[in-house]
Structure formats: structure tokens, C-alpha cells
């Protein structure tokens, strides 16, 4: 079971910016991916973006695309997702979840395949 530690979050008004950290540790294998997931009120959980070491290619869901960023930090195994131009449809409880990759490198970026979780933060956009 990976270790997972996250941070960040809170109150913005629309416009404004978060960044979310996210620590994971425990891997044994030498490719992993973290990715940060969300779920609103009545929603299932679903991926926003996802990064792995094994070639350091990110993934992000359409609706965040041009507005987060999601960087690792390889010496520390922190990965961070910065959340500009914050809109009320971003509001959502963000989790960052980790898992080991096969020697192909391959994963999808959605919660079934990822099975370490954090405990979630609250990100809340409102005038």
C-alpha cells in the first residue's frame, strides 16, 4: 500500500488560484503514476489529471485543459496541480491517488486504476 499525503486547497473567489501538493511513497516498482481526481456532490469520481516517471507525459480532462498544470517533483515524489482561472464548476473535493505501472508504462488516467488514495481536499470557488 503506497503512502499518500496531500495539502493545499481552500477558498478562492472565480479567477483566482490554488495548488494542490500531493507526497506518495512506498513504491517498490520504478514506474508509478499520481494523478488528482475530483468529486462533486451526486458525481462519481472521475480523473483531472494524471502524470507519470515513466516518461513524465501528463494527461488532463478536457473541461481543465489550458487552466491546470500538473508537475512532479521526481527527487522528493511530490507532484503538484496548479489550478488558475479557478470557476464555481471547479468547486469539488480533490484527491490524489498513486499506483505502480507495468514495465510498459501504460495506465489509464480514471479511479479504477489507481488504488492508493489521500484523504481529500476541499476546493471551493465562490463570489
Known amino acids: 500500500q503506497l503512502h499518500i499525503v496531500e495539502s493545499g486547497g481552500g477558498l478562492v473567489q472565480p479567477g483566482e488560484s490554488l495548488r494542490l501538493s500531493c507526497v506518495a511513497s512506498?513504491?517498490?516498482?520504478?514506474?508509478?503514476?499520481i494523478g488528482w481526481f475530483v468529486r462533486a456532490p451526486g458525481q462519481e469520481r472521475w480523473g483531472v489529471a494524471c502524470?507519470?516517471?515513466?516518461?513524465?507525459?501528463?494527461s488532463y480532462a478536457e473541461s481543465v485543459k489550458g487552466r491546470f498544470t500538473i508537475s512532479r517533483d521526481s527527487a522528493t515524489n511530490t507532484v503538484y496541480l496548479q489550478m488558475d482561472n479557478l470557476q464555481p464548476e471547479d468547486t469539488a473535493v480533490y484527491y490524489c491517488?498513486?499506483?505502480?505501472?507495468?514495465?510498459?508504462?501504460?495506465?489509464?488516467?480514471?479511479?479504477?486504476?489507481?488504488?492508493?488514495w489521500g484523504q481529500g481536499r476541499q476546493v471551493t470557488v465562490s463570489s
Open positions: 512506498g513504491f517498490t516498482l520504478p514506474y508509478y503514476a
Open positions: 502524470i507519470s516517471n515513466y516518461d513524465g507525459s501528463a
Open positions: 491517488a498513486a499506483n505502480e505501472l507495468p514495465s510498459s508504462g501504460s495506465y489509464y488516467c480514471g479511479p479504477n486504476d489507481f488504488g492508493s
